[in-house]
């Protein structure tokens, strides 16, 4: 590790911590980075890797511990006093103001700009640096004209314009293409010839392989392993990363698979933005089989989930429920085949925050008696309903007229299951159903799906935690890149293989790439 | 040390109650500081207004007169709020709908039966209302196009029609060059009730039970509360998004498009200018003041209704500008904006460093 010219690491964080409400998002961190070191931060989501960053770059405050830059102790307060210290960061979701220029977004906000700024001056300065890392870019050029690649290279350069001695990058592949990636790769090798740092915040293997000098790996807000990378291999890695202790043991019966309830064949489907998300996926699953999907998050799983629901159409291939043909049908009509869904995204999709619970418990059931009668509603039988599904699931909420986004993240996601599996016919998709609840109603989750499946019916759980697959799936496929790799009975996986397999790596080639 | 909102944990049922009351008490208060600098007793003022728009029969019908239209806007204007369409076109709605009853009025009365004149107008009008309500309706929900400016610029199209109609092609021949078509047959005009006030006033009473009724005691009524709140949960619910969109804001136009019926068929009995009083404007006001709730739109717009009537009276009376009554108007929406922050958020005092994590919320 390079050091400065007073000795001190360039950044050096000492028993961060930092707690939200349920969630111990730093437990006692500590993390150096040297002068034109590339450190990767590797961890699950959630498992403390972007709140650390966003308390070195002054948008969170830690709740004890110290920052030190160049041996210095800091106060960072905000993001400009990062700025100051010439940290920057890149975040996830970029941080520019469509419907202004490159060179506008990339002065915005700063302070010494001046009442009229030279923009002449500004647009020569950022073509000067585009040449110098190999970005181009027209300072000219809106941001609602650029693609996703080219909006981060406009963030990139915001921070190289402030002159950041430290990048943050948090998931910066995540949103790119191969080829934009490596670019991106280029342009970090380039920082670091000059001297700069980064962090680079990431669940991918590979990328740590390819970018960083060393590696710090967190789970659950602490530090488990931090290594030089040539030191260490995607193996290793992942297991860290994952741990491996199976938290729960979840009594199921035997696994005694009925019909095929679900079938795939050569589904190809876009993501919002005209790329493919799903690459020819075929699979098939039956009544009173879990199939577990994993994968790191955007490796076309919520697309999966959407084009059997209904929310998103296929761009070829087929997709039949129950031998019935449902490629493209729509939401009503898919629902009214049986299928009930557990979103992604809870609060926006799942629920509706503003209406009450006995409302958002009804939103399926309204349609057809007791609820209601012809296009009559009756509201009393919603609470009464509501009543009813409330004491079944055991949600805690004030009454069954309190609104839905006051409860707490487990009481919604509560809700949601209480519905969905009250309306279910013969499939139930979940996708991550247990994200961010705690351990008492992760389990409570966890066993409702188990039931599904006990009585008969067909259960795809998306999920990235593989001791939840490991415990509740009876089948496991990982996707990676839109397909599915490496499907495999639960019993007896290997959580190491699964990892690699998430990773992109086939554990059957390890000799090749250890 | 500083200050901000924090959500409440629940909705304050008793500001849903208290905010318009103190609304309408705060814009008395700034209104009369202004009668003041004008030189006026706010107290003798105020007593002129309530005198002129609910003292006597004749008082209270016109106030009738003016309440009529504000309801069936406000009603529209509610529903089509709900789903977050912002449509600020209830004034052209209206004066479309007033230009179609006119043409059958006019142009149909003559071999139409008598006794179906009246509700094909009704017919007419309502369909020209949604009609015009239905393109912006149509723009959003195919390209994309934002309502609020599609629905305001359409309204000076459809004034500047309904002008171009009277000042030419439909001018009454007889009419001394006044502007205006001729006077309406018998049998095209909306029985009266007292005064001025017609039998618009029982549509837009009933308009408004029928409205509380759809959306507190339907499935469709349901549906849109669902579009309204989050489009994305609706359309994973199953419901259709966009038909339920265009279906609804049809029902808002059409509602707007009854008001200028009512307008032409039960007070000028002729198609002339000053259609409408802004009544598609204030009932934007009359929308918010009831919470978009239909059973409480005709209180506010018999009040709105007062206001107007009152101002009018204030200027006979007192020699003040009418337009008092419009000021009051305005300055009661914006203590209503604001204080219906205060049904789910508190004030809470803070530090700097809570502040700004209040902000970003937790990761």
Redesign the interface.
């Known amino acids: 590790m390079e050091e400065t010219a007073n000795g001190a690491p360039l950044v050096e964080m000492r028993g961060i911590r930092k707690s939200?409400?349920g969630?111990q998002?730093s437990d006692g961190i500590d993390l150096r980075l040297g002068k034109g070191e590339v450190l990767a931060l590797l961890g699950e989501n959630g498992a403390g890797k972007?709140?650390l960053m966003?308390i070195l770059c002054g948008?969170?405050?830690q709740d004890a511990g110290e920052v030190y830059v160049r041996g210095v102790k800091a106060d960072i307060?905000?993001p400009r006093d990062a700025t100051d210290l010439g940290i920057g960061m890149v975040h996830q979701n970029f941080m520019l103001v469509d419907t202004m220029s490159v060179a506008e977004n990339v002065v915005l906000g700063m302070p010494s700009l001046g009442m009229i700024p030279d923009m002449n001056q500004i647009k020569r300065s950022i073509l000067e640096l585009g040449d110098r890392y190999n970005m181009k870019v027209d300072p000219d050029a809106f941001i609602w004209q650029l693609s996703v690649g080219e909006q981060q290279r406009v963030e990139i350069l915001k921070q190289l314009y402030r002159k950041a001695e430290i990048l943050v990058l948090d998931e910066p592949t995540a949103v790119l293409t191969p080829q934009e990636a490596k670019e991106l790769d280029a342009v970090v090798k380039r920082m670091q010839s000059e001297g700069k740092s980064a962090v680079f915040i990431t669940h991918k293997m590979d990328e740590v392989m390819a970018f960083s000098d060393r590696v710090m790996v967190l789970r659950k807000g602490k530090v488990v392993i931090e290594k030089t990378t040539r030191d260490t291999n995607p193996k290793e890695l992942a297991r860290m990363m994952v741990g491996r202790e199976v938290l729960f043991h979840i009594e199921k019966q035997p696994f005694e698979p009925g019909a095929v309830v679900l079938e795939l064949r050569d589904v190809c489907a876009e993501d919002e933005r005209g790329l493919p998300a799903l690459r020819n996926l075929s699979f098939k699953l039956r009544a009173g089989e879990i199939l577990g999907i994993a994968g790191v998050a955007g490796n076309g799983q919520r697309e999966l989930s959407e084009v059997i629901?209904g929310?998103r159409s296929v761009t070829s291939g087929g997709i039949s429920i129950n031998c019935v043909d449902s490629t493209n049908k729509?939401?009503?009509?898919?629902?009214?085949s049986g299928v009930s869904?557990i979103?992604q995204?809870r609060i926006?999709?799942?629920?509706?925050?503003?209406?009450s619970v006995a409302?958002n418990l009804a939103?399926?059931d309204?349609?057809a008696a007791p609820i209601?009668v012809g296009?009559?509603?009756?509201?009393r039988r919603i609470l009464e309903f509501a009543r009813k599904m409330i004491g079944i699931f055991n949600i805690a909420t004030?009454s069954p007229e309190?609104?839905v986004k006051?409860l707490s993240g487990g009481n919604i996601q509560k809700t949601i299951l209480a519905r969905e599996i009250e309306s279910c016919g013969s499939l139930l998709v979940a996708v991550y159903p247990s994200r961010g609840l705690d351990i008492g109603a992760t389990e409570g989750v966890r066993k409702e799906l188990v039931a599904q499946r006990d009585a008969g019916k067909a259960v795809l759980l998306v999920s990235e935690d593989i001791d939840e697959l490991l415990s509740v799936a009876d089948t496991i496929a990982v996707m990676f890149d839109g397909r599915a790799i490496g499907v495999m009975p639960a019993q007896g996986a290997d959580p190491e293989d699964i990892g690699l397999l998430m990773a992109g790596i086939d554990p059957t080639a390890k000799e090749a790439t250890v | 040390m500083r200050f901000a909102f924090e959500k409440r944990?629940?909705?304050s049922r008793t500001a849903i109650v208290v905010v318009p009351f103190v609304s309408f008490g705060v814009s008395l208060v700034l209104t009369g500081v202004l009668l003041m600098i004008f030189g006026a007793n706010p107290f003798t003022t105020f007593g002129a207004m309530y005198k002129g728009a609910f003292g006597s029969g004749r008082a209270l019908t016109e106030t009738l007169v003016k309440a009529i239209p504000l309801m069936l806007t406000g009603l529209g204007v509610a529903l089509a709020f709900k789903l977050k369409f912002w449509n600020i076109g209830a004034e052209g709605q209206l004066t479309l709908a007033g230009v179609a009853a006119t043409w059958v009025a006019i142009f149909w009365s003559h071999w139409l039966p008598a006794p179906l004149v009246l509700p094909v107008m009704v017919l007419v009008g309502c369909a020209a209302g949604a009609l015009w309500a239905g393109i912006p309706a149509l723009l959003k929900t195919s390209l994309r196009v934002d309502e609020t400016l599609v629905t305001l610029m359409l309204n000076y199209v459809a004034i500047l029609f309904s002008s171009y109609l009277y000042y030419g092609p439909w001018r009454d021949p007889n009419g001394y060059g006044f502007p205006g078509t001729e006077l309406f047959p018998k049998a095209a005009w909306f029985p009266r009730i007292a005064g001025r006030a017609h039998i618009g006033l029982f549509f837009a009473l009933a308009a408004a039970l029928i409205l509380w009724l759809v959306m507190?005691?339907?499935?469709?009524?349901?549906e849109i509360?669902?579009i309204g709140?989050?489009p994305?949960?609706a359309?994973?619910?199953?419901?259709?998004v966009e038909r339920n969109i265009i279906l609804a804001i049809l029902i808002s136009g059409a509602l707007c498009g009854l008001a200028g019926v009512g307008e032409v068929a039960g007070i000028s009995r002729r198609l002339q200018q000053g259609l409408s009083l802004g009544y598609g404007y204030t009932a934007i006001i009359v929308a918010w003041m009831a919470q978009l709730n239909p059973l409480a739109i005709p209180f506010v717009a018999l009040l709105m209704g007062g206001l107007l009537v009152g101002g009018d009276q204030v200027q006979m009376v007192m020699g003040l500008p009418s337009s008092m009554g419009l000021l009051m108007q305005g300055l009661m929406l914006f203590p209503m904006l604001a204080g219906s922050l205060f049904t789910e958020y508190r004030i809470k005092r803070i530090g700097?460093?809570t502040a700004?994590?209040s902000e970003?919320g937790?990761?």
Do not use: C
């Open positions: 939200f409400p969630v998002a972007s709140t966003n948008l969170y405050r307060r905000s629901t929310l729509t939401p009503l009509q898919i629902i009214m869904h979103p995204d926006a999709v799942g629920a509706v925050g503003d209406m409302n939103m399926k309204y349609r209601s296009a009559l509603l009756l509201p004030p309190t609104r006051f | 944990k629940s909705v507190n005691r339907t499935k469709w009524g349901f509360k669902v709140n989050s994305k949960a359309r994973y619910q199953g419901i259709s700097r460093n700004i994590e970003r937790a990761a």
